[in-house]
């Protein structure tokens, strides 16, 4: 910006008083220096330096003699200055948005000691209310301590149960035994799923029949009471799997290979196994070996309609798995469809009605129509989700599996024309809703959310 200049001829002082206005205080100091000598003749002169150069010599010499030596500026901050850690609590409870380097870091641990206290791998997922130990060992009294199996025999080997949070390669470090020889011992490998509940052996045994501890009444023949003895069992043509089976342990215990268990039944060493389901034995008479036959955990009808095959097992798929990881209880995943829809701008009454509809806040929930999780995600709806948000979403996460529906729930309300549209959208799908209307079901659907979303305010 410009100002008109005055026709005025003006005095040099008020010159002066402008235009230093913007000059830096060393410089300002100088002159006040040098209108002073003028003032009182009695003060001696500054020494001018005669040219630019001597100039520059003459700041450089007075400004080196000032500095500080660097030899005696410390490197590092003493440690009696240092901040010192809080004390770290013998049991920790997760909060939201913690993570277990953060915690460690918190009260100045090492993470993999945390990991190993907990039995805890860097990819194992934890939730607000968890419980985690941040002092101790790994085989202090309150940590589940490997125990031998029920009634052992001295052959047999040592055996530790699942307990949630359990991964093969911390049960293996607990015990000092390297991973792939629990792998062996296990008939496991990289890729198995463990659970709670779950025994594996952690120490070397032999293959006598001494492994058979399992009650009999566990092992059901194809058309014959249960027989009490092992080598009758392999040859009754089938088994039904209980709580704590592996496919490596069932081929151990009847006495048959495992590569022919998994062929007989085709299935692989990554395959879901669940209880109540039927396997096939190899090397039994072909008459009196019957097909295999599985109870479903989710059955292939939901309101008179029949879903495709392929479909209702990858539902079972899914429900098998959520249900052997360990998920936040209803009312943590309710506190985190809050949390998330606050966070992504939406009404937390309303998400929390779809949440409760959709599942009564069940992770494990799954549908036959592969709807996953607290907010009933199918894969494809998850994998719009994932372009609404602008990052791959794994619905069988639980804050994943709530992001999703959150998104979902944000664009149908953005883009309907009212909230009873955005609502039908969701039940029936946005498309249908605007070709066929809402149908009878979808209308109840609707008229169910809006009253729990009262319930919620």
């Given at each position: ?9 003006t ?36 020494k ?5 150069t ?29 901040p ?23 009260y ?59 991964t ?40 006598a ?45 009847l ?90 701008g ?23 129509a592969?709807?996953?999780?607290t907010?009933?995600?199918i ?43 955005a ?35």
């Amino acid at each position: 910006m410009t100002t008109p200049r005055s026709p005025k001829k003006t005095t040099s002082m008020p010159i002066i008083a402008a235009t230093t206005a913007a000059l830096p205080a060393v410089m300002l100091s100088s002159l006040a220096l040098a209108q002073a000598a003028t003032a009182l003749p009695a003060v001696q002169t500054q020494k001018i330096p005669a040219s630019l150069t001597a100039a520059i010599q003459a700041q450089a010499a007075a400004m080196s003699a000032n500095l500080i030596p660097a030899s005696a500026v410390a490197s590092t901050i003493p440690a009696a200055m240092q901040p010192m850690a809080p004390a770290a609590p013998a049991m920790y409870t997760i909060v939201r948005g913690d993570t277990i380097s953060g915690i460690a870091a918190r009260y100045g641990l090492d993470t993999n000691t945390v990991l190993q206290l907990n039995g805890l791998s860097g990819n194992t997922i934890i939730y607000p209310g968890q419980q985690i130990k941040l002092s101790g060992s790994a085989t202090a009294p309150s940590a589940p301590a490997p125990a031998p199996s029920p009634a052992p025999s001295p052959s047999s080997a040592a055996s530790y149960t699942v307990v949630s949070g359990d991964t093969l390669s911390g049960i293996a470090a607990r015990h000092g035994v390297a991973l792939s020889d629990v792998f062996n011992w296990n008939g496991l490998n990289g890729r198995s799923i463990i659970y709670p509940g779950q025994k594996i052996k952690v120490g070397p045994g032999t293959n006598a029949p001494a492994p058979a501890a399992p009650a009999p009444a566990a092992l059901v023949p194809a058309s014959a009471p249960a027989a009490p003895a092992t080598p009758a069992l392999a040859n009754t043509g089938s088994y039904t799997i209980k709580s704590g089976d592996t496919l490596g342990g069932i081929a151990s215990r009847l006495a048959v290979s495992l590569s022919s268990l998994l062929s007989a039944n085709k299935l692989s060493m990554s395959t879901i196994i669940y209880p109540g389901q039927k396997l096939a034995i190899p090397g039994a008479p072909a008459a009196s070996a019957p097909a295999p036959v599985s109870t479903p955990l989710v059955p292939s009808t939901f309101l008179g309609y029949t879903y495709p095959e392929a479909v209702v097992s990858s539902a079972n798929a899914n429900k098998a798995l959520l249900n052997a990881s360990p998920v936040p209880s209803p009312a943590q995943m309710k506190g985190i469809v809050a949390d998330t829809a606050r966070r992504m701008g939406v009404d937390p009454s309303l998400a929390m009605a779809f949440a409760f509809q959709e599942s009564g806040f069940n992770q494990r929930a799954v549908s036959p129509a592969n709807a996953i999780g607290t907010m009933q995600v199918i894969p494809s709806s998850g994998e719009w989700a994932s372009q609404l948000v602008g990052r791959k979403l794994n619905i069988l996460d639980p804050y994943d599996n709530v992001t999703a529906g959150v998104a979902i729930i944000r664009a149908l309300v953005n883009t309907s024309k009212d909230l009873n549209t955005a609502i039908a959208g969701y039940y029936q799908g946005q498309y249908s809703v605007s070709k066929h209307g809402m149908y009878d079901d979808t209308k109840a659907y609707v008229a169910s959310i809006l009253a729990l979303k009262k319930n919620f305010s």
